[in-house]
Protein backbone atom coordinates (compact mmCIF):
# COMPACT_ATOMS: atom_id res chain seq x y z
CA UNK A 1 0.00 0.00 0.00
CA UNK A 2 1.13 3.19 -1.17
CA UNK A 3 2.19 5.85 1.47
CA UNK A 4 0.05 8.22 1.05
CA UNK A 5 -3.25 6.03 1.95
CA UNK A 6 -1.55 5.45 5.49
CA UNK A 7 -2.55 6.52 8.86
CA UNK A 8 -1.06 5.87 12.16
CA UNK A 9 -2.86 6.76 15.30
CA UNK A 10 -0.79 7.97 18.08
CA UNK A 11 -1.90 5.71 21.05
CA UNK A 12 -1.46 8.62 23.27
CA UNK A 13 -3.28 11.57 22.16
CA UNK A 14 -5.83 10.24 19.25
CA UNK A 15 -4.32 12.08 16.46
CA UNK A 16 -4.03 10.86 13.29
CA UNK A 17 -1.33 11.21 10.74
CA UNK A 18 -0.66 10.35 7.04
CA UNK A 19 2.85 9.35 6.93
CA UNK A 20 3.82 11.40 4.10
CA UNK A 21 2.76 14.10 6.00
CA UNK A 22 4.23 12.92 9.51
CA UNK A 23 7.20 12.73 7.61
CA UNK A 24 7.48 16.48 5.86
CA UNK A 25 6.17 18.12 9.31
CA UNK A 26 9.62 16.21 10.98
CA UNK A 27 11.82 17.37 8.03
CA UNK A 28 10.61 21.30 8.18
CA UNK A 29 10.83 20.99 12.31
CA UNK A 30 14.22 19.90 12.19
CA UNK A 31 15.08 22.02 10.02
CA UNK A 32 14.09 24.88 11.70
CA UNK A 33 15.41 23.97 14.96
CA UNK A 34 18.85 23.78 13.22
CA UNK A 35 18.56 27.36 11.80
CA UNK A 36 17.46 28.38 15.49
CA UNK A 37 20.94 27.02 16.21
CA UNK A 38 22.14 29.03 14.06
CA UNK A 39 20.96 32.41 15.39
CA UNK A 40 21.41 31.89 18.87
CA UNK A 41 24.78 31.16 18.27
CA UNK A 42 25.44 34.74 16.30
CA UNK A 43 23.04 35.85 18.93
CA UNK A 44 26.48 35.45 21.39
CA UNK A 45 28.36 36.98 19.17
CA UNK A 46 25.71 40.49 18.81
CA UNK A 47 25.40 40.48 22.69
CA UNK A 48 28.87 40.48 23.39
CA UNK A 49 29.46 42.81 20.70
CA UNK A 50 26.95 45.50 21.52
CA UNK A 51 28.29 44.99 25.26
CA UNK A 52 30.35 47.85 25.52
CA UNK A 53 32.75 46.26 28.07
CA UNK A 54 33.33 43.45 25.90
CA UNK A 55 33.03 44.35 22.02
CA UNK A 56 33.83 41.06 20.39
CA UNK A 57 33.98 41.26 16.77
CA UNK A 58 35.15 44.12 14.49
CA UNK A 59 32.68 46.06 12.47
CA UNK A 60 32.52 44.24 9.67
CA UNK A 61 32.06 41.23 11.11
CA UNK A 62 29.23 42.23 13.39
CA UNK A 63 27.35 43.96 10.49
CA UNK A 64 28.01 40.29 8.29
CA UNK A 65 26.73 38.22 11.69
CA UNK A 66 23.99 40.54 12.11
CA UNK A 67 22.62 40.09 8.64
CA UNK A 68 22.92 36.44 8.95
CA UNK A 69 21.18 36.46 12.73
CA UNK A 70 18.19 38.82 11.37
CA UNK A 71 17.42 36.46 8.55
CA UNK A 72 18.29 32.83 10.07
CA UNK A 73 15.79 33.82 13.10
CA UNK A 74 13.25 36.12 11.81
CA UNK A 75 12.60 34.05 8.60
CA UNK A 76 14.32 30.44 8.44
CA UNK A 77 13.43 29.26 12.10
CA UNK A 78 10.14 30.87 12.02
CA UNK A 79 8.86 29.97 8.36
CA UNK A 80 9.96 26.19 8.54
CA UNK A 81 8.13 25.73 11.94
CA UNK A 82 5.14 27.43 10.45
CA UNK A 83 5.18 25.34 6.90
CA UNK A 84 5.50 21.84 9.60
CA UNK A 85 1.99 23.69 11.63
CA UNK A 86 0.28 24.32 8.30
CA UNK A 87 0.51 20.36 7.26
CA UNK A 88 -0.22 19.73 11.33
CA UNK A 89 -3.16 21.34 11.12
CA UNK A 90 -4.53 20.74 8.01
CA UNK A 91 -3.49 17.04 7.55
CA UNK A 92 -3.42 15.61 11.45
CA UNK A 93 -6.55 18.07 12.96
CA UNK A 94 -8.36 17.21 9.91
CA UNK A 95 -7.33 13.37 9.80
CA UNK A 96 -6.41 14.51 5.99
CA UNK A 97 -4.44 12.83 3.72
CA UNK A 98 -1.71 15.38 2.44
CA UNK A 99 -2.34 17.19 -1.11
CA UNK A 100 0.65 16.42 -3.22
CA UNK A 101 3.24 15.24 -1.36
CA UNK A 102 6.32 15.39 -4.39
CA UNK A 103 5.16 18.95 -4.83
CA UNK A 104 5.90 19.16 -0.89
CA UNK A 105 9.19 17.87 -1.32
CA UNK A 106 9.91 19.47 -3.81
CA UNK A 107 9.12 22.67 -1.90
CA UNK A 108 10.77 21.78 1.16
CA UNK A 109 14.06 21.35 -1.44
CA UNK A 110 13.58 25.00 -2.74
CA UNK A 111 13.41 26.13 1.06
CA UNK A 112 16.56 24.73 2.17
CA UNK A 113 18.74 25.28 -1.23
CA UNK A 114 16.98 28.84 -0.66
CA UNK A 115 17.91 29.53 3.15
CA UNK A 116 21.33 27.49 2.68
CA UNK A 117 22.68 29.39 -0.74
CA UNK A 118 21.62 32.91 1.07
CA UNK A 119 23.86 31.92 4.53
CA UNK A 120 26.38 30.66 2.05
CA UNK A 121 26.40 34.04 0.21
CA UNK A 122 26.72 36.20 3.67
CA UNK A 123 29.28 34.30 5.69
CA UNK A 124 31.36 34.84 2.45
CA UNK A 125 31.04 38.21 2.84
CA UNK A 126 29.58 39.09 -0.38
CA UNK A 127 25.95 40.39 1.15
CA UNK A 128 26.38 42.52 4.28
CA UNK A 129 23.21 43.91 3.85
CA UNK A 130 21.06 43.56 6.67
CA UNK A 131 17.76 42.13 7.18
CA UNK A 132 16.15 44.79 5.45
CA UNK A 133 18.90 44.87 2.44
CA UNK A 134 17.78 48.39 1.26
CA UNK A 135 19.11 49.83 -2.16
CA UNK A 136 21.29 50.74 -3.55
CA UNK A 137 23.40 48.94 -0.57
CA UNK A 138 23.98 46.05 -2.85
CA UNK A 139 24.28 42.57 -2.26
CA UNK A 140 25.70 39.68 -4.46
CA UNK A 141 22.44 38.38 -7.11
CA UNK A 142 23.02 34.80 -4.93
CA UNK A 143 21.43 36.56 -2.00
CA UNK A 144 18.58 37.42 -3.53
CA UNK A 145 17.92 34.42 -5.63
CA UNK A 146 18.44 32.63 -2.27
CA UNK A 147 15.25 33.99 -0.66
CA UNK A 148 13.63 33.78 -3.76
CA UNK A 149 13.86 30.18 -3.69
CA UNK A 150 12.81 29.97 -0.29
CA UNK A 151 10.13 32.10 -1.06
CA UNK A 152 9.13 29.96 -3.76
CA UNK A 153 9.26 26.99 -1.83
CA UNK A 154 7.51 28.42 0.99
CA UNK A 155 4.55 29.75 -0.92
CA UNK A 156 4.09 26.45 -2.40
CA UNK A 157 3.54 25.07 1.01
CA UNK A 158 0.90 27.62 1.50
CA UNK A 159 -0.92 25.99 -1.64
CA UNK A 160 -0.65 22.64 -0.44
CA UNK A 161 -1.91 23.60 3.40
CA UNK A 162 -5.32 24.78 1.21
CA UNK A 163 -5.34 22.43 -1.05
CA UNK A 164 -5.48 19.54 1.92
CA UNK A 165 -8.39 21.45 2.93
CA UNK A 166 -10.36 20.93 0.08
CA UNK A 167 -9.54 17.59 0.28
CA UNK A 168 -10.17 17.62 3.48
CA UNK A 169 -13.96 19.13 2.64
CA UNK A 170 -14.45 16.97 -0.38
CA UNK A 171 -13.51 13.30 1.47
CA UNK A 172 -15.65 14.93 4.66
CA UNK A 173 -12.83 13.87 7.24
CA UNK A 174 -14.48 16.45 9.71
CA UNK A 175 -18.16 17.90 10.82
CA UNK A 176 -19.28 21.52 10.57
CA UNK A 177 -16.72 24.38 9.78
CA UNK A 178 -12.65 23.69 9.83
CA UNK A 179 -11.98 24.07 14.32
CA UNK A 180 -10.58 27.20 15.33
CA UNK A 181 -6.87 26.28 15.52
CA UNK A 182 -7.07 25.30 11.77
CA UNK A 183 -8.91 28.57 11.02
CA UNK A 184 -5.97 29.97 12.52
CA UNK A 185 -3.64 28.87 10.36
CA UNK A 186 -5.50 29.28 7.03
CA UNK A 187 -5.22 33.29 8.44
CA UNK A 188 -1.78 32.48 8.78
CA UNK A 189 -1.82 30.75 5.46
CA UNK A 190 -3.72 33.75 3.55
CA UNK A 191 -0.54 36.45 5.15
CA UNK A 192 1.94 35.13 4.09
CA UNK A 193 0.37 34.84 -0.04
CA UNK A 194 0.02 38.47 0.13
CA UNK A 195 3.57 38.72 2.00
CA UNK A 196 5.25 36.14 -0.22
CA UNK A 197 3.86 38.05 -3.71
CA UNK A 198 4.93 41.37 -1.69
CA UNK A 199 8.45 39.93 -1.03
CA UNK A 200 8.35 38.84 -5.30
CA UNK A 201 7.16 41.99 -6.64
CA UNK A 202 10.38 43.48 -5.30
CA UNK A 203 12.63 40.75 -4.77
CA UNK A 204 13.06 39.78 -8.39
CA UNK A 205 13.78 43.15 -9.68
CA UNK A 206 16.41 43.60 -7.07
CA UNK A 207 17.94 40.11 -7.84
CA UNK A 208 17.86 41.52 -11.87
CA UNK A 209 19.41 44.79 -10.49
CA UNK A 210 22.20 43.05 -8.32
CA UNK A 211 22.78 40.73 -11.43
CA UNK A 212 22.97 43.85 -13.89
CA UNK A 213 20.02 43.31 -16.21
CA UNK A 214 18.43 46.52 -14.63
CA UNK A 215 20.21 49.99 -14.19
CA UNK A 216 18.32 51.85 -11.32
CA UNK A 217 15.66 50.54 -8.44
CA UNK A 218 14.06 53.64 -6.48
CA UNK A 219 14.70 53.56 -3.24
CA UNK A 220 11.83 54.50 -1.74
CA UNK A 221 9.56 52.28 -4.18
CA UNK A 222 11.77 49.14 -2.46
CA UNK A 223 11.17 50.43 0.76
CA UNK A 224 7.73 50.91 0.59
CA UNK A 225 6.99 47.14 -0.97
CA UNK A 226 9.63 45.35 1.15
CA UNK A 227 7.93 46.48 4.49
CA UNK A 228 4.65 44.91 2.97
CA UNK A 229 6.98 41.49 2.89
CA UNK A 230 9.15 42.27 6.03
CA UNK A 231 6.72 43.20 8.09
CA UNK A 232 4.00 41.20 7.49
CA UNK A 233 6.39 38.34 8.16
CA UNK A 234 5.68 38.92 11.54
CA UNK A 235 2.11 39.21 11.00
CA UNK A 236 1.88 35.62 9.33
CA UNK A 237 3.98 34.64 12.87
CA UNK A 238 1.04 36.34 15.00
CA UNK A 239 -1.54 34.42 13.31
CA UNK A 240 0.50 31.33 13.51
CA UNK A 241 1.12 31.41 17.67
CA UNK A 242 -2.23 32.91 18.18
CA UNK A 243 -3.19 29.49 16.61
CA UNK A 244 -1.03 27.56 18.94
CA UNK A 245 -1.76 29.14 21.88
CA UNK A 246 -5.72 28.37 21.07
CA UNK A 247 -4.33 24.89 20.28
CA UNK A 248 -1.62 24.53 23.53
CA UNK A 249 -5.21 25.25 25.85
CA UNK A 250 -7.15 22.33 24.25
CA UNK A 251 -4.26 19.83 24.46
CA UNK A 252 -3.38 20.87 28.36
CA UNK A 253 -7.02 21.93 29.84
CA UNK A 254 -9.34 20.67 27.02
CA UNK A 255 -10.19 24.18 26.92
CA UNK A 256 -12.57 24.89 24.47
CA UNK A 257 -13.17 28.90 22.70
CA UNK A 258 -15.59 30.52 25.04
CA UNK A 259 -17.16 32.06 21.48
CA UNK A 260 -15.72 30.53 18.37
CA UNK A 261 -17.76 33.30 16.06
CA UNK A 262 -15.73 36.48 17.99
CA UNK A 263 -12.37 34.66 17.76
CA UNK A 264 -12.98 33.67 13.82
CA UNK A 265 -13.86 37.54 13.37
CA UNK A 266 -10.84 38.76 15.45
CA UNK A 267 -8.74 36.26 12.77
CA UNK A 268 -10.55 37.63 10.21
CA UNK A 269 -9.58 41.07 10.97
CA UNK A 270 -5.89 40.07 10.58
CA UNK A 271 -6.70 38.76 7.06
CA UNK A 272 -8.13 42.71 6.68
CA UNK A 273 -5.81 44.88 8.46
CA UNK A 274 -2.96 43.24 10.19
CA UNK A 275 -0.06 44.06 7.05
CA UNK A 276 -1.24 47.64 7.30
CA UNK A 277 1.34 47.93 10.54
CA UNK A 278 4.39 47.92 8.24
CA UNK A 279 3.52 51.52 7.35
CA UNK A 280 5.37 52.10 10.42
CA UNK A 281 8.02 51.45 9.57
CA UNK A 282 7.88 54.27 6.64
CA UNK A 283 6.56 57.20 9.25
CA UNK A 284 9.66 59.46 8.84
CA UNK A 285 10.08 59.07 4.80
CA UNK A 286 9.08 62.16 3.37
CA UNK A 287 7.85 60.51 -0.01
CA UNK A 288 4.99 59.39 1.56
CA UNK A 289 1.97 61.24 1.77
CA UNK A 290 0.39 62.04 5.38
CA UNK A 291 -2.80 61.27 4.49
CA UNK A 292 -1.41 57.85 4.18
CA UNK A 293 0.77 57.45 7.23
CA UNK A 294 -2.23 58.77 9.04
CA UNK A 295 -4.77 56.26 7.67
CA UNK A 296 -2.18 53.19 8.18
CA UNK A 297 -1.20 53.98 11.81
CA UNK A 298 -4.35 54.72 13.43
CA UNK A 299 -8.15 53.96 12.03
CA UNK A 300 -7.34 50.69 10.22
CA UNK A 301 -4.08 49.50 12.66
CA UNK A 302 -6.80 49.69 15.67
CA UNK A 303 -8.62 47.21 13.77
CA UNK A 304 -5.79 44.45 13.92
CA UNK A 305 -5.09 45.66 17.73
CA UNK A 306 -8.80 44.97 18.69
CA UNK A 307 -8.05 41.27 17.17
CA UNK A 308 -5.18 40.68 18.94
CA UNK A 309 -6.54 42.01 22.25
CA UNK A 310 -9.82 39.89 21.81
CA UNK A 311 -7.54 37.21 21.90
CA UNK A 312 -5.52 37.67 24.54
CA UNK A 313 -8.75 37.63 26.39
CA UNK A 314 -10.47 35.03 24.97
CA UNK A 315 -7.88 32.33 25.26
CA UNK A 316 -7.03 32.96 28.91
CA UNK A 317 -10.31 33.04 29.26
CA UNK A 318 -10.78 29.63 27.86
CA UNK A 319 -8.35 27.77 30.13
CA UNK A 320 -9.88 29.78 33.38
CA UNK A 321 -13.36 28.50 31.88
CA UNK A 322 -11.98 24.80 31.76
CA UNK A 323 -10.06 25.17 35.35
CA UNK A 324 -12.86 26.69 36.81
CA UNK A 325 -15.26 23.59 35.56
CA UNK A 326 -12.85 20.98 37.47
CA UNK A 327 -13.56 22.54 40.63
CA UNK A 328 -10.70 25.62 40.89
CA UNK A 329 -13.18 28.29 42.07
CA UNK A 330 -11.79 29.80 45.38
CA UNK A 331 -10.96 33.61 44.50
CA UNK A 332 -10.53 35.22 41.36
CA UNK A 333 -7.14 33.50 40.85
CA UNK A 334 -7.10 29.60 42.24
CA UNK A 335 -7.92 28.31 38.31
CA UNK A 336 -4.28 29.71 37.32
CA UNK A 337 -2.16 29.61 41.02
CA UNK A 338 -3.41 25.62 40.32
CA UNK A 339 -2.41 25.11 36.17
CA UNK A 340 0.16 22.92 35.45
CA UNK A 341 2.85 25.52 36.09
CA UNK A 342 5.66 22.75 36.10
CA UNK A 343 4.12 21.53 32.41
CA UNK A 344 6.52 23.31 30.03
CA UNK A 345 4.09 23.00 26.97
CA UNK A 346 2.07 25.22 29.61
CA UNK A 347 4.49 27.37 30.77
CA UNK A 348 6.17 28.73 27.70
CA UNK A 349 2.69 29.40 25.97
CA UNK A 350 1.29 31.75 29.00
CA UNK A 351 4.90 33.38 29.66
CA UNK A 352 4.90 33.90 25.81
CA UNK A 353 1.26 34.94 25.99
CA UNK A 354 1.80 37.68 28.78
CA UNK A 355 5.15 39.11 26.99
CA UNK A 356 3.92 39.40 23.62
CA UNK A 357 0.77 41.93 25.29
CA UNK A 358 2.99 43.12 27.86
CA UNK A 359 6.01 43.82 25.76
CA UNK A 360 5.79 43.45 22.42
CA UNK A 361 1.85 44.68 21.94
CA UNK A 362 1.67 47.98 24.38
CA UNK A 363 5.08 48.81 22.48
CA UNK A 364 3.84 48.23 19.34
CA UNK A 365 0.66 50.17 19.58
CA UNK A 366 2.80 53.15 20.68
CA UNK A 367 4.99 52.79 17.84
CA UNK A 368 2.42 52.57 15.24
CA UNK A 369 1.18 56.45 16.11
CA UNK A 370 2.92 58.67 14.08
CA UNK A 371 3.91 61.18 16.46
CA UNK A 372 5.65 59.30 18.87
CA UNK A 373 7.37 57.21 16.09
CA UNK A 374 9.54 60.05 15.76
CA UNK A 375 10.61 59.34 19.87
CA UNK A 376 12.41 56.25 18.39
CA UNK A 377 12.45 55.55 14.80
CA UNK A 378 15.85 53.83 14.00
CA UNK A 379 16.78 53.09 17.77
CA UNK A 380 17.32 50.22 19.89
CA UNK A 381 13.48 50.65 20.90
CA UNK A 382 12.50 48.84 17.51
CA UNK A 383 14.51 45.52 17.71
CA UNK A 384 13.37 45.78 21.89
CA UNK A 385 9.92 45.51 20.66
CA UNK A 386 10.48 43.28 17.79
CA UNK A 387 12.33 40.45 19.70
CA UNK A 388 8.81 40.90 21.82
CA UNK A 389 7.03 39.69 19.54
CA UNK A 390 8.92 37.45 17.79
CA UNK A 391 11.06 35.88 20.05
CA UNK A 392 9.12 36.35 23.30
CA UNK A 393 5.80 35.82 21.16
CA UNK A 394 6.10 33.47 18.44
CA UNK A 395 9.56 31.88 19.20
CA UNK A 396 8.53 30.90 22.88
CA UNK A 397 5.41 29.53 21.59
CA UNK A 398 6.24 27.56 19.01
CA UNK A 399 8.99 25.84 21.68
CA UNK A 400 5.95 25.03 24.31
CA UNK A 401 4.41 23.27 21.05
CA UNK A 402 7.74 21.35 20.65
CA UNK A 403 7.30 19.58 23.64
CA UNK A 404 4.09 18.54 22.65
CA UNK A 405 4.91 16.94 19.39
CA UNK A 406 8.10 15.13 20.65
CA UNK A 407 6.12 12.44 22.24
CA UNK A 408 3.35 12.25 19.52
CA UNK A 409 5.26 13.00 15.93
CA UNK A 410 8.94 11.88 16.86
CA UNK A 411 7.33 8.90 19.15
CA UNK A 412 10.28 9.75 22.22
CA UNK A 413 9.92 10.60 25.71
CA UNK A 414 11.59 13.85 26.67
CA UNK A 415 15.08 13.55 28.37
CA UNK A 416 15.92 15.75 31.26
CA UNK A 417 12.27 16.29 32.23
CA UNK A 418 13.71 19.14 34.78
CA UNK A 419 15.86 20.76 31.98
CA UNK A 420 12.80 21.25 30.42
CA UNK A 421 10.36 22.19 33.15
CA UNK A 422 12.70 25.12 34.15
CA UNK A 423 13.35 26.17 30.06
CA UNK A 424 10.53 28.77 29.37
CA UNK A 425 11.45 30.25 32.59
CA UNK A 426 15.00 31.11 31.45
CA UNK A 427 14.18 31.77 28.33
CA UNK A 428 11.61 33.76 29.09
CA UNK A 429 12.66 35.91 31.67
CA UNK A 430 16.25 36.47 29.99
CA UNK A 431 14.47 37.91 26.56
CA UNK A 432 11.89 40.08 28.59
CA UNK A 433 15.08 41.96 30.35
CA UNK A 434 16.83 41.84 27.22
CA UNK A 435 13.87 43.80 25.54
CA UNK A 436 13.17 46.20 28.35
CA UNK A 437 17.21 47.15 29.01
CA UNK A 438 16.82 47.46 24.53
CA UNK A 439 13.95 49.77 24.75
CA UNK A 440 15.40 51.65 27.44
CA UNK A 441 18.45 52.52 25.57
CA UNK A 442 16.46 52.94 22.43
CA UNK A 443 14.45 55.53 25.00
CA UNK A 444 17.23 57.21 25.26
CA UNK A 445 18.83 57.53 21.71
CA UNK A 446 20.92 54.71 21.69
CA UNK A 447 20.94 53.66 17.41
CA UNK A 448 20.28 50.49 16.48
CA UNK A 449 22.83 48.16 14.76
CA UNK A 450 25.30 50.33 15.53
CA UNK A 451 28.71 49.19 15.94
CA UNK A 452 30.06 51.19 18.82
CA UNK A 453 27.90 53.58 20.47
CA UNK A 454 30.35 55.22 22.15
CA UNK A 455 31.82 56.42 18.49
CA UNK A 456 35.33 56.63 19.19
CA UNK A 457 37.13 57.94 17.03
CA UNK A 458 34.76 59.78 15.46
CA UNK A 459 34.98 63.44 13.37
CA UNK A 460 31.57 64.61 15.76
CA UNK A 461 32.15 62.64 18.89
CA UNK A 462 28.54 62.31 20.60
CA UNK A 463 28.50 60.62 24.59
CA UNK A 464 25.13 59.09 25.65
CA UNK A 465 24.23 59.67 29.37
CA UNK A 466 25.85 56.88 31.77
CA UNK A 467 22.20 55.02 31.74
CA UNK A 468 22.75 54.23 28.60
CA UNK A 469 25.70 52.22 29.17
CA UNK A 470 23.90 50.55 32.16
CA UNK A 471 21.27 49.55 29.58
CA UNK A 472 23.92 48.28 27.19
CA UNK A 473 25.54 45.98 29.83
CA UNK A 474 22.24 44.73 31.16
CA UNK A 475 20.92 43.74 27.72
CA UNK A 476 24.24 41.85 27.15
CA UNK A 477 23.71 39.80 30.54
CA UNK A 478 19.44 38.88 29.26
CA UNK A 479 20.92 38.08 25.90
CA UNK A 480 23.42 35.52 27.38
CA UNK A 481 20.39 34.14 30.01
CA UNK A 482 18.05 33.85 26.63
CA UNK A 483 20.89 32.29 24.97
CA UNK A 484 21.19 29.69 27.78
CA UNK A 485 17.59 29.23 27.69
CA UNK A 486 17.78 28.58 24.17
CA UNK A 487 20.64 26.11 24.24
CA UNK A 488 17.98 24.12 26.85
CA UNK A 489 15.94 24.03 24.04
CA UNK A 490 17.77 22.38 21.87
CA UNK A 491 19.18 20.12 24.10
CA UNK A 492 15.95 19.14 25.28
CA UNK A 493 14.19 18.26 21.59
CA UNK A 494 17.23 17.22 19.85
CA UNK A 495 18.71 14.96 22.72
CA UNK A 496 15.00 13.61 23.05
CA UNK A 497 14.80 12.80 19.41
CA UNK A 498 18.09 11.17 19.21
CA UNK A 499 18.51 9.63 22.26
CA UNK A 500 14.77 9.85 24.34
CA UNK A 501 12.75 6.36 25.36
CA UNK A 502 11.08 4.76 21.79
CA UNK A 503 7.03 5.38 22.71
CA UNK A 504 4.21 3.16 21.68
CA UNK A 505 3.68 4.05 17.94
CA UNK A 506 1.00 2.34 16.68
CA UNK A 507 0.33 1.34 13.64
CA UNK A 508 -0.23 2.51 10.08
CA UNK A 509 -3.14 1.21 8.47
CA UNK A 510 -5.23 2.42 5.44
CA UNK A 511 -8.61 3.02 7.93
CA UNK A 512 -8.83 6.18 9.35
CA UNK A 513 -9.82 5.70 13.24
CA UNK A 514 -13.14 7.44 14.55
CA UNK A 515 -11.06 7.43 18.19
CA UNK A 516 -11.58 11.03 20.17
CA UNK A 517 -9.68 10.76 22.76
CA UNK A 518 -9.26 13.94 24.91
CA UNK A 519 -6.55 16.00 23.22
CA UNK A 520 -7.61 15.37 19.76
CA UNK A 521 -11.71 15.79 20.56
CA UNK A 522 -10.50 19.39 22.42
CA UNK A 523 -7.97 20.27 19.26
CA UNK A 524 -10.81 19.25 17.16
CA UNK A 525 -14.22 20.63 18.64
CA UNK A 526 -16.05 23.52 18.60
CA UNK A 527 -16.45 25.98 21.46
CA UNK A 528 -19.69 27.29 22.54
CA UNK A 529 -21.15 31.09 23.75
CA UNK A 530 -22.31 30.75 27.00
CA UNK A 531 -21.24 33.76 28.16
CA UNK A 532 -18.36 35.53 29.80
CA UNK A 533 -17.42 33.35 32.63
CA UNK A 534 -13.99 34.32 33.34
CA UNK A 535 -13.50 36.88 36.38
CA UNK A 536 -10.02 36.63 36.67
CA UNK A 537 -9.04 37.41 32.87
CA UNK A 538 -11.47 40.08 33.38
CA UNK A 539 -9.11 41.51 35.87
CA UNK A 540 -5.97 41.13 34.04
CA UNK A 541 -7.75 42.89 31.06
CA UNK A 542 -8.12 45.57 33.26
CA UNK A 543 -4.73 46.15 33.80
CA UNK A 544 -3.57 45.00 31.05
CA UNK A 545 -5.73 48.15 29.65
CA UNK A 546 -4.48 50.53 32.78
CA UNK A 547 -0.56 49.71 31.64
CA UNK A 548 -1.57 50.62 28.29
CA UNK A 549 -3.02 53.91 28.50
CA UNK A 550 -0.34 54.54 31.04
CA UNK A 551 2.55 54.27 28.72
CA UNK A 552 0.57 55.29 25.95
CA UNK A 553 0.31 59.14 27.52
CA UNK A 554 3.54 58.58 29.23
CA UNK A 555 5.18 59.08 25.44
CA UNK A 556 3.30 61.65 24.83
CA UNK A 557 4.49 63.72 27.28
CA UNK A 558 8.32 62.53 26.68
CA UNK A 559 7.23 64.10 23.27
CA UNK A 560 6.22 66.97 24.60
CA UNK A 561 9.97 67.49 26.12
CA UNK A 562 11.72 66.40 23.71
CA UNK A 563 9.35 69.20 21.32
CA UNK A 564 10.36 72.22 23.24
CA UNK A 565 9.14 75.43 21.67
CA UNK A 566 11.26 78.86 22.64
Not at 161 to 167: A, H, N, Q, R, Y
Not at 287 to 314: D, Q, R
Request: glycine share 10%.
Amino acid sequence: MANAEQFRTCPRTGLQYHKSAESLIKANAVVAVVFLLVGGILAIVMALTRWQAIHLVQADNFYMMLTAHGIDMLIFWIIFFEIAILYFCSSTLLKSRLAAPRVAWAAFALMLIGSVTVNFTVFKGDSTVMMTSYVPLPGHWSFYLGLILFAVGALIGCFIFMGTLVIAKAEKTYEGSIPLVVFGAMTACIIAIFTIASGAIILIPTFLWSAGYISHIDPLMYRTIWWAFGHSSQQINVAAHIAVWYAIAAIVFGAKPMSEKVSRMAFFLYILFLQLASAHHLLSDPGLSVEWKVFNTSYAMYLAVLASMIHGLTIPGAIEVAQREKGFTRGLFEWLRRAPWGNPVFSGMFISLVGFGFLGGITGVMMGTEQLNMIIHNTLYVPGHFHATVVIGTTLAFMSLTYFLVPTLFKRELILPGVAKLQPYVFGIGMALFCLAMMGAGTLGVPRRHWDITFAGAALPYEFPGTALLMIAIMGVAALIAVVGGAMYVLVTVGSILFGKRLDAGTYGRERAVLRMPVVGALTGHGGTAGFAAPGTFVFAMVFLVAFVLYYFVNWKYLSTVWGLS
